[in-house]
């Protein structure tokens, strides 16, 4: 696999390309947020976590929001469009928010404006995930492109309930709702040819995975199913996991699937990689880093 890093960006592995078959595969940042430790480990004592994800002193880790742009048959596709940059210096300070890169240096990096994308995936429609879909004026960030999300996931949102309503920003979703700009997908679809998006309820109920097949070679943007390298172990399910038992019964799933495919895996919330390779353990997988 060939591997460019643009220069310019954060240390780390933003903005860096790897080939999938045909495809070229960028992964992107919107910088650096913390949410509670306990609450991103759930069950698990702090004793079992702490050493993969350092907590500060409010037991806040830290996570990144980590976008991911895939190029193939001349479509340039998004995966996720960023952290909510409309909350204010509160909001931000409660998430310890720092903007050290943003969604739209990485797609300069690599010679993209916004009106170039073509599609926009949304995985779900969380604030930390589709925050950046409208922009402070109303308008859609990615002029040119259609909007895809499961229909569950677009209901949810519109209606949420005590436990989801603070993960939700209406202006995040409801503007392109009125223009039309959704694609809404019941279940598995194919986006492209060799792009598909698979329901992974767990986290709630219209969550919704990518995977692209192409040469042979399988990647998958994991969304909120494996937040991070810590969380491949199978109990390792995050209190923020409106529905646990069916996250771990989606893990048991598809993670020997993805093991078997050598599929290169890419988790929304890693604060230090992009790609990784399940490999067994005791404990169900573990997350491997691949090379740049």
Known sequence: MNSQTSAGLAAGPWATSRQIGEATVTTLTDGVFRLDG????????????????????????????????????????LVETG????????????YALDRDETVFRGLGAVGLAPGDIDIVINTHLHFDHAGRNVTPAGEPTFPNARYVVQRQELEDARFPHERSRASYIPGTFEPLLEAGLFDVV???????????????????????????????????????????????????????????????????????????????????????????????????????????
């Open 38 to 77: 306990g609450a991103m480990f759930g069950t698990v004592p702090r004793v079992f976590w702490e050493t993969a994800a350092p907590a500060d002193e409010l037991n806040r880790i830290r996570l990144r929001i980590n976008p991911l742009l895939i190029q193939l048959g001349g479509q340039n596709i």
């Open 83 to 94: 952290f909510w940059d409309q909350g204010g210096e509160k909001f931000e300070s409660i």
């Open 186 to 292: 019941e279940g598995e679809a194919e986006i492209v040819p060799g792009v598909r998006v698979v329901p992974l309820p767990g986290h709630n109920l219209g969550q919704q995975g990518v995977i692209l097949e192409s040469g042979g070679e399988t990647l998958v943007y994991t969304a909120d199913l494996v937040a991070t390298r810590a969380h491949a172990p199978y109990a390792f399910v995050m209190g923020y996991d409106l529905y646990p038992v069916t996250c771990l019964e989606e893990r048991k799933r598809w993670l020997p699937q993805w093991f078997e495919q050598g599929a290169v895996l890419c988790p929304p919330h890693d604060p230090d990689g992009a790609f990784f390779r399940l490999a067994e353990s005791k404990k169900g997988f573990t997350l491997e880093p691949l090379s740049p």
